[in-house]
């Protein structure tokens, strides 16, 4: 039953503080290219998490950052330049926390 253990790193503790949401849209042709584009999404150590979602967003990424500066580079570089990308919003998360659903 057990699907995954881990263990989470307080990222403040390893010099990235502030943490983001990011929505990515990818262009309407490039609709083939979601599982390479998550793939991609995986070896970039900012990624905390993300999500493939179905609706007017294609991915939700939780990212972690040491700046803002950082968070427009990572957005810049990594997704805005990518062109299977049609569009970003970011949101900046003032405060994280875990529900108490346990999938009983």
Same mark, same amino acid.
């Given at each position: 039953?057990?699907?995954?253990?881990?263990?989470?790193?307080?990222?403040?503790?390893?010099?990235?503080?502030?943490?983001?949401?990011?929505?990515?849209?990818?262009?309407?042709?490039?609709?083939?290219?979601?599982?390479?584009?998550?793939?991609?999404? !995986?070896?970039?150590?900012? &990624?905390? @998490? *993300?999500?493939?979602?179905?609706?007017?967003?294609?991915?939700?990424?939780?990212? $972690?950052? !040491?700046?803002?500066?950082? &968070?427009? @580079? *990572?957005?810049?570089?990594?997704?805005?330049?990518?062109?299977?990308?049609?569009? $970003?919003?970011?949101?900046?998360?003032?405060?994280?926390?875990?529900?108490?659903?346990?999938?009983?």
């Amino acid at each position: 039953m057990i699907k995954r253990f881990t263990i989470e790193v307080d990222p403040e503790a390893m010099g990235m503080p502030l943490q983001a949401l990011v929505s990515v849209r990818l262009r309407p042709g490039a609709r083939h290219l979601m599982n390479a584009f998550g793939k991609d999404l !995986r070896e970039l150590p900012e &990624i905390k @998490q *993300f999500f493939v979602l179905g609706g007017a967003d294609d991915f939700l990424i939780h990212i $972690t950052a !040491r700046s803002t500066e950082h &968070i427009r @580079q *990572f957005v810049l570089d990594h997704l805005s330049a990518n062109p299977a990308v049609a569009g $970003t919003q970011t949101n900046l998360v003032f405060e994280h926390d875990w529900g108490t659903a346990s999938g009983l």
